[in-house]
């Protein structure tokens, strides 16, 4: 054997370096299950003698699986981007469809537009309720114009939301009730007692703001000049004409 032979095999065959070799890479091996991708086997040998082959292959495997879960974050990060980017479309939907504007102070207006499933009629009630407490208004005006028809389901809805605000010490009227919805509202037999009735949003606005100057009116006293020039009712006559 020569010098060159007894080299090499005090190298990579003697039993201890051997055993040395097979445990860094076992060692290695489980450091990269545990997720540990960056680990890497290093070892006293030529690349073209055999420990040294497989080393560069578990090396090769660890960093082919960096790169894969490199792109497996980045494809997670642009989903979940994606994924927020929707949820606040849903949001900026859901905010449009249920929309609750003021309208006048302490007074509150909910369009009811197109279809009330049971998903945004719970959706509306609780964005409604929320506003009545937060804004302590007065009024809520339910606006229907827009809806032409009405099943039963959807018109049951609509009015356990109108009772709900009366829950809330605030008065509750709905506008613009079509023709269709008010056929459906009686052929249920659906009380409406509570809850006043108008047939356009300004109207319900205006007999608000009538009913709050009356109220206003009658709880003001009078000043004595005030007093002396108001007509005695018992003695007033009408004028000619």
Known sequence: MSAHDDGAGAVAGSPPELQAAVGSMMS???SIES??????VELPCR??????????????????????????LAFQRDLEGQIATIENQRVAIRELST?????????LCAPIVGVLDSSRASEMTGALLSSVVASKARLAIIDITGIEAMDT?????????????????SD????????????TIVHMGIDLAGVASYRTLREALLSHVKT?????????????AASAA?????TARAEPR
């Open 28 to 30: 290695t091996l489980q």
């Open 35 to 40: 997720g540990d991708l960056d680990a890497r």
């Open 47 to 72: 690349d073209d003698e055999p420990l040294g082959v497989l080393a560069i292959c578990i090396n090769e495997m660890a960093a082919f699986l960096a790169e894969r879960r490199e792109e497996t």
């Open 99 to 107: 929309p609750i504007i003021e309208i006048w102070d302490g007074v």
């Open 153 to 169: 389901q959807a018109t049951d809805h609509f009015l356990r939301m109108a009772r709900a605000v009366k829950l809330l010490g």
């Open 172 to 183: 509750c009227a709905l506008s613009g009730i079509h023709p269709n919805v008010a056929r």
């Open 212 to 224: 709050r100057t009356q109220r206003r009116l009658a709880t003001t006293p009078l000043t004595p």
């Open 230 to 234: 108001a007509p005695d009712p018992t």
